[in-house]
């Protein structure tokens, strides 16, 4: 019983010398790991027992993690943390595009991962407004449920678009800097670039702006940060 009151983690990682200290630290930072080494196994792991959190490695022996990145955020909005030995930027756009909430990069320390964990864990519990529904104008956002909308169809969110798109609206027609969104979104102590805010937004645009080359509802203010459209904007256009 006592293992339902702590945060289910599943750990996907082939390499026994990560995977094993990996689930004996996460057992003492107080979480219930679960581990697969394979694509296969891990899919199996999610059907039987969906997780709080997925620990996803890039490269596994029966497929890409990205691609498995792709088809969980397909099934769920589980927050998805990249484990990647790659330190190319381009790498971890990429898994970010796909859906990934986060990414650590090898050799990574078990306090700073469970750190990770526990920021992001906490972002989905709270969320960046107390308003239960934020509306302007096509764009419906309803916290409890973490479901957004635009002219009454669902528009699919990975955990931290959402959070990041509901600091934005719950503060429509201000610009956000983007120090603060970083802070209250990703976490105050932060250790990547800020270059994963705007690929967030880019994301963003693209689900809900009608062109996102040209945005309507998210603009930019250069040096400064993001702003979302205030209802009067809308209606003037």
């Not at 610009?175 to 670039?193: A, K, P, Q, T």
């Not at 645009?205 to 603009?219: N, Q």
């Amino acid at each position: 019983m006592a293992n339902e009151m702590k945060p289910r983690i599943l750990g996907v990682e082939d390499e026994r010398a990560i995977a094993e200290p990996l689930a004996e630290s996460l057992v003492r930072e107080g979480f219930d790991p679960r581990v697969a080494a394979t694509v296969a196994d891990a899919e199996t792991a999610f059907e039987a027992r969906e997780p709080d959190l997925v620990l996803l490695d890039v490269m596994l022996p029966d497929g890409d993690g990205r691609a498995l990145c792709r088809e969980l955020r397909r099934r769920s909005d589980v927050p998805i943390v990249m484990l990647t030995a790659r330190g190319e930027e381009v790498d971890r756009v990429v898994g970010l595009e796909l859906g990934a909430d986060d990414y650590v990069v090898k050799p990574f320390s078990a306090r700073e991962l469970a750190a990770r964990i526990r920021a992001i864990l906490r972002r989905g519990r709270g969320g960046a407004s107390k308003r239960e529904v934020v509306e302007v104008g096509p764009i419906r956002l309803d916290a409890s449920s973490r479901t957004v909308t635009k002219d009454g169809r669902p528009v699919e969110m990975a955990a931290r678009e959402f959070d990041l798109l509901q600091l934005l609206m719950s503060r429509a027609g201000e610009v956000v800097r983007r120090e603060e969104i970083m802070d209250l979104v990703w976490d105050e102590h932060w250790f990547g670039s800020t270059k994963t805010l705007d690929v967030h937004v880019s994301w963003l645009r693209k689900k809900l702006e009608d062109d996102p080359a040209a945005p309507v509802f998210i603009t930019t203010s250069r040096g400064v940060g993001f702003r979302f459209a205030a209802p009067e904007d809308l209606a003037a256009g």
